[in-house]
């Protein structure tokens, strides 16, 4: 019990940042289960067996119960902070897709783990957006106004990409490595834009939200070649030290 009571104080006191770093990652464990079955699929790697209805209802069912479990982590879990009832409703939402591979796997159709994936990264979505006062962290006094700027333009930058690849898709699948391949690297720069434009807007209304959001997505871009990783560095050499220091002086008075 004492070790169960020291993890719990431990994420009591969570850092607004490590939440939305935790809930950035869960948002992307489903695409990778998708990505992972469309890649076997393409290789002839998945099964092909015949599954009774009933058993197929029924991981129907589970995948439903755990896409319907967090509505009841809050009034479950009453006592717990507000960060523990979201890692638990966050976790929840990534198993709904968990019984939809299980299904692709088994029977070698894809329809499964998309639905399902999209499913659970909606509820990821919808969860962060309901417990999204877990991200709150001090207002910057002073924005850096150029990384805004660079955020905006990565994140228009990355959009224009997926609307060329979608508009010479055959040429795309071609030089990409495939249908998957092609299908993640529209994922990626469609969440790589969003998010930086999503970004850009607390920074710009200097939001109590601007400060873990930047970080999150920053540490992110640093793997995205190659104009992530020059926004990432402009940021990490320029930017994060600059607020930090603004930050920490005004909490000091």
Not at 109 to 132: E, Y
Not at 173 to 188: I, K, M, P, Q, W
């Amino acid at each position: 019990m004492k070790i169960a009571d020291r993890a719990l104080a431990r994420w009591r006191g969570s850092s607004p940042t490590l939440l939305l770093a935790i809930a950035a990652a869960l948002f992307v464990a489903p695409a990778i289960y998708v990505l992972t079955a469309a890649m076997l699929s393409q290789q002839g790697a998945l099964g092909d067996v015949t599954i009774s209805g009933a058993l197929e209802l029924a991981i129907w069912s589970a995948s439903g119960a755990f896409l319907l479990a967090p509505f009841a982590i809050p009034r479950l879990l009453r006592s717990f902070a507000r960060s523990v009832q979201l890692l638990l409703a966050l976790v929840v939402s990534v198993g709904a897709c968990v019984p939809g591979l299980v299904l692709t796997f088994v029977t070698g159709h894809r329809a499964p783990v998309r639905a399902l994936g999209a499913a659970s990264m909606l509820a990821i979505l919808g969860w962060t957006w309901g417990f999204r006062e877990c991200f709150k962290a001090g207002r910057i006094e002073s924005i850096a106004p150029r990384y805004t700027t660079i955020l905006a333009l990565v994140g228009v930058i990355s959009l224009l990409f997926v609307v060329f690849r979608v508009a010479s898709w055959d040429r795309a699948v071609e030089s990409g490595g495939g249908v998957a391949a092609s299908g993640f690297l529209n994922f990626v720069d469609t969440t790589v834009g969003i998010a930086s434009l999503s970004v850009a807007r607390p920074r710009h209304l200097n939001s109590a939200y601007a400060r873990p959001t930047t970080e999150v997505l920053s540490w992110a871009l640093l793997g995205i070649p190659l104009l992530g990783t020059f926004a990432a560095l402009y940021w990490l050499f320029a930017v994060r030290r600059q607020e930090q220091m603004i930050a920490t002086s005004a909490h000091a008075a």
